[in-house]
């Protein structure tokens, strides 16, 4: 579909497209210098890192896996990673190609801002980021964080989600005299999975490097499990039977490549990346249907770009710019239901400018500008073929006064939807502000008490708008206030048995309001979707981690979550489940990862538990999900043989061969393993 764009956009976008390339480019980077206390450009021997690290002087503090925990983890992809974070509820519809959506502190998948490589996935279609679709293989940190990150320098769009996760892939760094890494990996395990990958680092120039990745995963989707269901009133088994899961089949590709240089007190970036995949749709065991006629075509790609560049010793600015294009088929052969043959095209254009200026050594004032263009469109009848611009702009500033660090930030959003030759929601202007704050009681101590309060929203999809028959245009941004209160201490690090240890507790309390929910409205009781959704959750974090090293080259690892929940629905007082808990948030949850490092051996013990919870909204018996829990062991062995290195890993996954639904009648896998070889030049 054509890009229509207005003449004042288009001057806009010339105008910053402008700006983004008159930056001059000069001599390479000679030393570490610090752009705003939390955010650092090291350079390393060959390149540049733009990662914004997690710190111990954020005023909040993010949860972060870095590379090597990754590595040892019993994690396939992102969202297996992320189920071991605190406050974290994952939806997982089974399997390797099962769709994968997190919520974050129960404010709804749509609050929470998936970032890769510094710019974020979206989707605006549904607004949710299947996080299945992105592999381990490429990441070396994934971190975080409520409300935001403790850092000012960033776009407008990283000040606006309610909750955020960052992706970040690893850059190259070569040793003396090396001009290029190689690493090929390969996967095989339950299931028929077979899951080859390749990455390459190459050194173009001293200023220049450039990485390649590739992947390709293949996996039958097939699993024993155990289908058992019993009478609510009188216990009796009604249905007990094993059998295999059907049609949950996945060929999938990720193909990515980037290339990073250093130009005089800067760097930049640009990454090219594509997914494509095939899969089945195993959907529910109900009514004795073991299989579904259900498949899903995705081909998403996006490329995008960086540029960084501090002007003087106190400026600094950042440009990125994204397109991305993601197709999707559905198509649904089910003859005992409405057969559906669809695909759906959606596109993006995303611009960023941001600056920071450092006052005083102790007070930053920071500003950015980002506007993005979405369209869509599908082979439906009907089909209203929307676009949105969607204007952010954000001011924010951070002040360090004594032992205590305050930062503050406001985001105007601008939102105008167009349809064809049907009714839009028009303009609309949201602000959201935020306040964080941070008291070091004690100059000799790491311990930190920190609260922040913050208002969020999140624009109406466009199948909130526009799906057909079901559709709403005069919906109502659903908006998200929080207010979180804790308290953190890190150890001073160590050579003696006690290497360092932390713990974090944090309390809050999450009001959603203008919940956009699906109604049964008119002749028929045909549904729409409407504004009448009132959501209180009060809430209580716990994070703690311990290093030890009990004799020389011993070390041990041991990290704790856990999370506790009450997210009510106050709807409406005449509703049959007022106050009660909304579906699929457990009131208790928890996770521990145990690690092992030993001359080259390298043991994982991973342990995740999620508490009773309802699957629907009201809250009786009849609705009630038992509690699940799982346990996955790792062994691996890395040997070194000149400059060659080679790694062996063997992976038990539900090593009690739990039977066990993340999503009511999506059952998950019982025992299964994984192995996995790599090769690093």
Known sequence: MPVNLSFSHRRILLLLSWLSFILPASAVVN?????????????????VVLADAPSQDDIISGQTLDGKTLECMNALNVADALRYFAGVQLKDYGGVGGI??????????????????????????????????????NIREISLYNGQK???????????????????????????????????????GSSDLINPSALIDLKLSEKVAATLSAEWLSSSGKYKFRYRRKAVMTDEIMYDTTATRQNGDVRATRLEGALYGKIHRGSWMIKAYNYTSERGVPGAIVNNVWRRGERIWDNNSFIQGTFRKDFSDRYHARAMMKYSYYLTKYVNKDTTVMMIDNVYRQKEL???????????????????????????????YGFVYPTRWHNYISVASSLSVGRVKMQGSVVLNLVSDHTRDAESP????????????????FRQHDLKLHGFAKRSFRMPTFNDLYYAEMGNSQLRPE??????????YNSVPSTGFFTSWGVQVDGYRNFVKDKIVAYPKGAQFRWTMLNLGKVH???????????????????????????????????????????DQIPYIPWHSGSGIFQADYRGWAFNCS???????????????????????TTDLSLSKTFTIKNYTMRGQVEVNNVFSQDYDVILNYPMPKRNYRFTLSFTI
């Open 607 to 629: 342990f995740i538990y999620t508490g009773e919870r309802y699957n629907q909204q009201e809250n009786i018996v009849y609705n009630h999900t038992q509690p699940w829990y």
């Open 100 to 137: 994968k959506t997190i919520n974050i502190r129960s404010m709804g998948t749509n609050h929470v801002g998936v970032f890769y490589d510094g710019i974020q996935l979206s989707n605006a279609q549904n607004g949710q980021v299947d996080l299945g679709q992105y592999s381990l293989d």
């Open 31 to 47: 030393k570490t210098e610090i752009i705003n206390k939390n955010d650092t450009v090291t350079d390393l021997e060959e390149i």
């Open 150 to 188: 403790s850092q000012i320098f960033q776009s407008a769009k990283d000040f606006n989600s309610a909750g955020s996760i960052y992706l970040w892939t690893r850059h190259p760094q070569f040793e003396d005299g090396k001009s290029f890494n190689l690493r090929v990996k390969l996967k095989a």
């Open 426 to 441: 028009g303009n609309k202007t949201e602000w959201t502000p935020a306040f964080f704050i941070a008291y070091h009681p």
């Open 479 to 488: 908006l998200a206030t929080q207010y979180d209160v804790g308290i953190a």
């Open 537 to 579: 959750v009060t809430g209580l974090d716990v994070q703690a981690s311990m290093m030890v090293q009990p004799v020389t080259n011993l070390m041990l690892t041991l990290r704790l979550q856990y999370t506790y929940q009450e997210a009510y629905d106050v709807t409406s007082p005449a509703d049959t489940y007022y106050r």
């Open 350 to 380: 995303y611009f960023s400018t941001s600056h920071l200026y450092n006052i005083t050594d102790n007070w930053d004032v920071s500003g950015a500008y980002d506007v993005q263009w979405n369209t869509m469109d599908a082979d439906m």
